[in-house]
């Protein structure tokens, strides 16, 4: 799986850094949580989830980090209709900036609590964010979520 993985990401533009550097633009140390999420949805998944940090505009200054990738995956698999939607889900990205978003949650870690049953604060926010933009909310789609 580990050379799976490195094909993915070399494929997509992201390359796996070890654990004692910083990563940088298109660098990521969350090995690990790629394997998994690798392994539980799949290479489709997984390429669409990094495919979202490295192909929008305001994801630039977003860490690719376990909390990031699990927040987006956490989406995805809530309104998988909205990661369906193609070059829709990215041009709702691109008006998402990821960067600020993390940026905001660190500098609140300690004075918020994380919500029940989520592993991060950026979830919240950005689900948030993203039903406002969904790429079904123009179209009368009842399917968004409440």
Do not use: Y
């Not at 070399?10 to 140390?29: C, F, K, L, S, Y």
């Not at 070059?87 to 990821?98: A, G, M, N, P």
């Not at 406002?132 to 968004?144: E, F, V």
């Amino acid at each position: 799986m580990m050379r799976k993985l490195a094909a993915i990401c070399a494929d997509v533009g992201v390359e796996i850094v070890p654990t004692t550097r910083m990563p940088g633009p298109g660098q990521t140390t969350a090995r690990s949580t790629l394997q998994r999420i690798l392994r539980d949805h799949g290479e489709g998944h997984l390429i669409q989830l990094l495919r979202t940090f490295v192909e929008t505009e305001n994801s630039v200054g977003a860490r690719i980090d376990a909390f990031a990738i699990f927040a987006v995956n956490d989406i995805i698999l809530a309104h998988p209709e909205w990661a369906s939607s193609g070059l829709r889900w990215l041009e709702v990205f691109d008006r998402i900036d990821l960067g600020e978003i993390q940026r905001v949650a660190k500098a609140n870690r300690d004075a918020v609590p994380p919500a029940p049953g989520h592993r991060h604060h950026a979830v919240s926010r950005t689900q948030r964010g993203l039903r406002r933009k969904s790429p079904h909310r123009n179209r009368g789609d009842q399917r968004r979520a409440d």
